[in-house]
């Protein structure tokens, strides 16, 4: 999705601008731009379509351009194609060629989000006179903006406000008015934004790390609110205008964790960091009394009585938290006995449900702000239902939100690719799982006791699991060209495979299909040939033989099997044609280590296909339009 940052402060803008900018490159983008304003003098701005460096270049990366106060922006195309028209900032004025330059309009924007009724409102603009010259929603609003700010002529808090009630969608807007020279101003409704502060700089963004060498303090800013920037202050407000007090939040974790610390691709350095995670998001709720261990769930107060009360739980997610979300469900419902249902946050939003009044919804999202997953949370919320959400982000929408909000301690996630979330978010599935078990009285003490031994051991054995890397990278060199890749299981690992077939077609960009084991013979068993890949996941021991019949009746029509099985299960060999172990541990919680070799296999073909692994095309980190 697009990225924005905004600087005012002492020191040259721009040059910060594009900093923060590349920070937040993960999110996906075609075209960048920013404007910048030299004190009471016009605003400058220079748009590039591609990637940064082109916008890097063409202003001698920032030293070309004068003055403090300035905006940036990273655009993901949605309405109109990739261009320097339709690239931002946008002005409210006339403007010829492609609104770069010198411009003396009195507002200048840029806009993260979606405007739904942007083509109304563009009718209404034009009757009043005014010209676009690109296919942009956000022209549109930053038009509105400048009539409402000539009309009513009550400043820029009270023309954003109007503007706010008039438009519908999701934004942040970040915009500059030519009568308030060293001054940003800001909105926000349901896309990422937070404004960070130190004694002589403010600074804004759509995520932490693009202002994280500046300041570890930041504000986040709510839903149809909007701020005021200047060199040493930030003011927040209401709809009505009036000002909002807001506490400042400290940023725990550092700029260096958001960069690649001597790994090839974010990818991978994130692929490495799942031992140490995952073990972080169990020490936040798996406490020890000192005489025995027990899961607490007191930080996001979920309590025992607020479990007893649930006689039905839904999951909605999107991507890979829909994957998390579909292991989740066999786990969840054999522990607890609690009927679970998972579905797609984009069909749960639009479906004509009829909810269980005492059902709990579970949303899962590494970003916190995927608009579907979060239109999801809002559904259960206006219908009465108790909501609990599984997020990385901290602040996010969704975390702010929900009624309980379990956080995943991952760290920022910046290969657009998921793996660490994505291990972190099992966790906190397994975690609720047992306890849940516990609390509804289908898991006794010794029990109890043994799945929290074993979901302690994931993370030395996904430590073990990464040690095979070397023979994972030799296979993917061999499938580099593959055409298709199958992947199949049954149950959790059906569920496995999800996720293993996602994250081979995002970024190594072969086709590929995740298919329950059983369901090949129905029709896709036609598209094997000779030399197909079918990787089997085979760790479930009630399964093992049905999926490996399966296989099996693919290697008679010529596919090449990949199995991934537990250590001692030997006789594998005797069917697949490379088999990859893994440590035992519970067959509740394998997903966590069933994984990682798929993670890499994905990984290693897409760099032998010389691919963008941390920005695979058409991508972006975080979906906050529909
Ligand atoms: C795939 C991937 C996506 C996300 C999905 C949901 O690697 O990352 O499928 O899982 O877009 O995003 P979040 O978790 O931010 O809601």
Redesign the pocket.
């Known amino acids: 999705m697009c990225g924005i940052v905004g600087y005012v402060g002492n020191k040259q803008a721009a040059p910060i601008l594009l900093e923060g900018l590349s920070k937040l490159e993960y999110r996906g983008y075609d075209s960048a731009g920013v404007a910048v304003r030299d004190g009471e003098k016009a605003a400058v701005v220079v748009k590039t379509t591609g990637r940064l460096k082109n916008l890097s270049e063409k202003i001698d990366n920032g030293k070309a351009l004068a003055g403090t106060c300035g905006i940036g922006h990273t655009r993901w195309a949605t309405h109109g194609v990739p261009s320097r028209e339709n690239a931002h900032p946008h002005v409210s004025g006339n403007c010829t060629g492609s609104g770069s330059g010198e411009v003396e309009s009195l507002v200048v924007g840029v806009h993260n989000g979606i405007i739904e009724n942007y083509q109304e409102l563009k009718a209404k603009m034009e009757r009043h006179g005014y010209v676009f010259y690109s296919q942009t929603d956000t022209e549109v609003l930053i038009k509105l903006v400048d009539y409402y700010y000539k009309k009513y002529q009550g400043g820029p808090i009270d023309a954003l406000a109007k503007t706010i009630v008039r438009v519908r969608g999701s934004y942040a807007l970040a915009v500059m008015f030519k009568d308030h020279p060293g001054k940003i101003f800001a909105a926000r409704k349901d896309s990422p934004m937070i404004i960070g502060k130190n004694d002589s700089e403010v600074f804004l963004a759509s995520d932490v790390p693009a202002i994280l060498n500046h300041t570890r303090d930041v504000y986040y800013i709510g839903n149809l609110e909007m701020a005021e920037l200047s060199p040493k202050e930030v003011s927040f407000y209401n709809l009505d205008g009036d000002k909002v007090q807001k506490e400042v939040t400290t940023i725990e974790w550092d700029a260096e964790a958001a960069e690649k610390g001597g790994f090839e691709h974010f990818m991978m350095k994130e692929i490495h960091e799942q031992p140490k995670v995952t073990m972080d998001t169990l020490k936040k709720y798996i406490k020890d009394d000192g005489k025995k261990k027990h899961i607490d769930f007191s930080d996001f107060g979920l309590t025992k009585e607020d479990i007893e009360g649930f006689s039905q739980i839904y999951i909605a997610?999107?991507?890979?938290?829909?994957h998390v979300g579909m292991q989740a469900q066999y786990v969840m419902e054999e522990l607890t006995d609690i009927p679970v249902r998972v579905e797609l946050a984009s069909e749960f939003r639009y479906r004509k449900n009829k909810l269980n009044k005492n059902a709990l919804v579970i949303v899962?999202?590494?970003?916190?702000?995927?608009a579907d997953?979060l239109a999801a949370l809002r559904l259960a919320k206006e219908n009465g239902i108790k909501t609990l959400s599984i997020v990385?982000v901290v602040g996010s929408s969704?975390a702010r939100e929900t009624d309980y909000c379990m956080y995943t301690v991952a760290g920022p996630e910046i290969s657009?690719?998921?793996?660490k979330?994505?291990s972190c978010?099992l966790i906190c599935a397994f975690l609720l799982a047992v306890e849940m078990g516990k609390v509804k009285g289908l898991i006794d003490d010794k029990k109890y006791a043994y799945y929290i031994e074993e979901l302690l051991s994931i993370p030395s054995k996904i430590e073990a699991c990464l040690e095979n890397k070397e023979r994972i990278q030799w296979f993917a060199s061999k499938y580099s060209n593959a055409r298709d890749i199958f992947f199949i299981g049954r149950g959790i690992d059906y569920a496995i495979c999800l996720e293993g077939s996602?994250?081979m077609k995002?970024i190594s960009y072969i086709h590929s299909e995740a298919y329950a084991a059983g369901e090949l013979k129905h029709g896709t068993i036609s598209l094997i040939e000779d030399g197909t890949l079918v990787v089997g996941s085979l760790t479930q021991a009630d399964l093992y033989e049905k999926t490996l019949s399966n296989m099996m009746e693919c290697k008679s029509r010529g596919a090449y099997l990949m199995g991934i099985t537990t250590f001692g299960k030997y006789d594998v060999e005797d069917s697949v044609n490379f088999a990859v172990y893994i440590p035992k541990v519970d067959e509740h919680f394998v997903g966590n280590l069933a994984i990682i070799p798929l993670q890499l296999l994905g990984y290693y073909i897409s760099v032998s296909r010389g691919l963008d692994v941390d920005k695979p095309r058409n991508?972006a980190?975080?979906?906050t339009v529909e």
Request: with cysteine.
């Open positions: 997610a999107c991507g890979s938290a829909w899962i999202s590494q970003s916190g702000e995927t997953s990385n969704i657009v690719a998921t793996t979330a994505y978010q996602l994250k995002e991508l980190k975080s979906v």
